[in-house]
């Protein structure tokens, strides 16, 4: 069992490139989502999903977008990077029933934007 | 609109003694409230779930409570030792399939 597996685990991208941050996890989750962790600020969701073809926005969705067409993965993309997007990005996934409902982190994208 | 408040500043304390972290939330009536734990570099790791008709829950030297007419929960680690050392972060937590949002975490501090 990997878990939530995130790549790459470090980014730099130059202003107005694109890119997308890969998010997998193997337990089956229906829920996963996306934050953004800058100093400071904690984690403020970026864009979440409640199963295959179910996208929908958190806290801080512009400059984002998010497709979930399997149950497994969960891509981000950034259309154009801004410097205002360098952050860490974690991805997490969770059952939406059982005991605890626990999310489960991603190690973490580190993204700079120059 | 939502707000949940974590204390921003870093709390220090002396090994041994315990720590009480709260978590404050407003525009909320969450089912449970969970706590996690984040070290540097790393991605957070669920510690505690708390259910809204639970006032305490214990785990080992942790204790959380809960009190949903104060939208409260104080987080405690009896007996600190300097391994307790990270980022809390708490998360009221609704029910079924809405987002979940964080605190923005607590950094305690022990020292030996």
Sequence with gaps: NAGVTQTPKFQVLKTGQSMTLQCAQ?????YMSWYRQDPGMGLRLIHYSVGAGITDQGEVPNGYNVSRSTTEDFPLRLLSAAPSQ?????CASRQTSGEYNEQFFGPGTRLTVL | SQKIEQNSEA???????????????TNYSPAYLQWYRQDPGRGPVFL???RENEKEKRKERLKVTFDTTLKQSLFHITASQPA????????PLPGGYQKVT???????????
């Design chain 1, 26 to 30: 193997d337990m089956n989750h229906e």
């Design chain 1, 86 to 90: 360098t952050s860490v990005y974690f």
């Design chain 2, 11 to 25: 709390l220090n304390i002396q090994e041994g003694k315990t720590a009480t972290l709260t978590c404050n939330y």
């Design chain 2, 48 to 50: 505690l779930l708390i």
């Design chain 2, 84 to 91: 307790d050392s990270a980022t809390y972060l708490c998360a």
């Design chain 2, 102 to 112: 964080f605190g923005t975490g607590t950094k305690l501090q022990v020292i030996p």
